[in-house]
């Protein structure tokens, strides 16, 4: 893969023409290349930042790694480290941990999110039919075109193509030149922290411990250390600052081990700082333009399913004869992983008589039910999208949730079952709206 180097002004082409180009070298912009690319495509791939150390996507489902190996990304030969992941250990406050491991045994891939990064372009750099346009940032975009600034913004570079993919995250320029406004919904910030592994009480599985302000979730990215990510509400990003308040209100519910090697990381360095926004997945682009990845839509990465989507976002677009084609194709299933991952992350910090009674619900259904675990498995690591596999699922718990009501609502005071039925109808409104919508 040619590159100019940020460090090389001088280097960078006035004009330059390509079949494909990419905005946007995150994780879904080098898989969309690297797609293409294969396709014996000439791909322009332009990234705006360096490699840098942001909190972003570390745990790969199955479904992502497999898209990358099917790539050609293989990150033990790259020497990248990472670590392998079962599945899902759940720790609901005050009783036994639920494992909810893959279907079939498939594994995910945990990885710091530089080195995935990494991963993705060190295969690319072995493709003599993609040039990187390193530091440089789109400026403007029409169709079959696009102007890049210089990393030292003196100099404009023009890039033609037949399509422009936009891969350039949450505030897409791409976007906002296709009419689409940005308008992201926050929820909430994610504090991240690394820990040594050793320390997790299931350390081959993405451990998520319920409870605290806002769910943590914990996993390997490679054999010694781990990620802590630590949901926290928007109204408390403060503890940013304050890693003793963090530590405090989250203790709880976290594991001693955990706890401990939480502080003595913290004690040495700040947690990383991300915000949770939620943009729905609607628009994929047109007429020779196409969005994937968090281009298209975001959620929260309690479910981590953001780079799975993209990667699925990356091979359908490189296979499909025209944007709209890729549209249609993606919109069928593209926003079941969304809707599972707003719906759980709702789920486990909501305090309403409904919610409380549906977590209970769905705490008991996985623990009862094989079927249950395998089916939730399925949604979670991307593998199942239709629409109406969530919707059976959900109709099941609400009728779990309802059943079990019913049965207690002799003991209970009349006020809460009332609480806990209008709470399940929010739930089913909620659901019925956003999963009917496209
Ligand atoms: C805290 C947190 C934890 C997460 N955990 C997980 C997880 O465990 N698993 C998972 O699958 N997902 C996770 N996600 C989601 C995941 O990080 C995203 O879905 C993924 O990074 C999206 O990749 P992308 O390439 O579409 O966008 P981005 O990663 O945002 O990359 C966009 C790229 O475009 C570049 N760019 C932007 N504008 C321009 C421009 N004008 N010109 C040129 N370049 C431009 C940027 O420099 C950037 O490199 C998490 C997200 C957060 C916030």
């Avoid at 399913?305 to 091979?315: K, N, P, T």
Wanted: proline fraction near 6%; glycine fraction near 10%; hydrophobic fraction near 45%.
């Amino acid at each position: 893969m040619p590159r100019a180097g940020s460090d090389e002004p001088d280097s960078f082409p006035a004009q330059t023409r390509a079949d494909v180009v990419v905005v946007g070298g995150g994780p879904v912009g080098c898989a969309t290349a690297l797609a293409f690319a294969r396709t014996g495509a000439r791909v322009c791939l332009v990234d705006a930042r360096p490699q840098s150390l942001r909190l972003g996507g570390e745990w790969l489902h199955p479904t992502g790694a497999g898209i990358l190996a099917d790539l050609g990304v293989d990150f033990a030969a790259e020497s990248i480290p990472h670590a392998p992941g079962r599945g899902f250990a759940i720790f609901p406050k005050e009783s036994d941990p639920i494992v909810l491991p893959y279907v079939g045994g498939e594994l995910a891939v945990g990885c710091q999110h530089h080195l995935l990064i990494e991963a993705i372009q060190k295969t690319l750099a072995r493709c003599p039919n993609v040039t990187m346009l390193a530091g440089c940032r789109v400026t403007e975009v029409a169709r079959g075109r696009v102007a890049v600034a210089t990393p030292d913004r003196k100099r404009s570079i023009e890039v033609t193509a037949d399509l422009v993919v936009g891969a350039d995250g949450r505030q897409s320029v791409v976007r906002q030149m296709l009419g689409h406004p940005g308008g992201s919904q926050p929820i909430s910030y994610m504090l991240g922290v690394l820990i040594e592994a050793s320390a997790l009480p299931c350390t081959e599985f993405g451990n998520v411990f319920l409870g605290g302000p806002g769910p943590v979730l914990a996993f390997r990215v490679d054999v010694n250390q781990a990620r802590v990510c630590f949901d926290v509400p928007a109204d408390r990003v403060a503890w940013v600052r304050n890693p003793s308040g963090l530590l405090a209100a989250y203790q709880p519910t976290l594991p001693r081990p955990v706890h401990e090697a939480c502080e003595r990381a913290l004690a040495v360095a700040p947690p990383a700082v991300a915000a949770n926004q939620w943009l729905r997945r609607r628009q994929y682009g047109r007429d020779g333009v196409a969005l994937v990845g968090d281009a298209v839509g975001h959620c929260h990465p309690l479910c981590a399913v953001g780079m799975s989507v993209g990667f699925l976002d990356a091979v359908t677009l490189a296979k499909s004869k025209s944007v709209e084609e890729y549209a249609s194709s993606r919109r069928s299933g593209g926003r079941v992983p969304e809707l599972l991952s707003m719906g759980l992350y709702d789920l486990f910090v909501g305090a309403d008589a409904g919610t409380s009674e549906l977590r209970e619900a769905v705490y008991h259904t996985w623990r009862s039910s094989a079927a249950a675990r395998h089916d939730t498995m399925r949604l979670l690591a991307v593998r199942e999208t239709r629409r109406a596999a969530l919707g059976v699922t959900f109709a099941r718990l609400l009728v779990a949730a309802s059943r079990r009501v019913a049965l207690g609502s002799v003991r209970r005071p009349v006020g809460y079952t009332l609480g806990a039925v209008a709470g399940f109808a929010n739930w089913a409104g909620w659901f019925a709206r956003e999963s009917l919508t496209n």
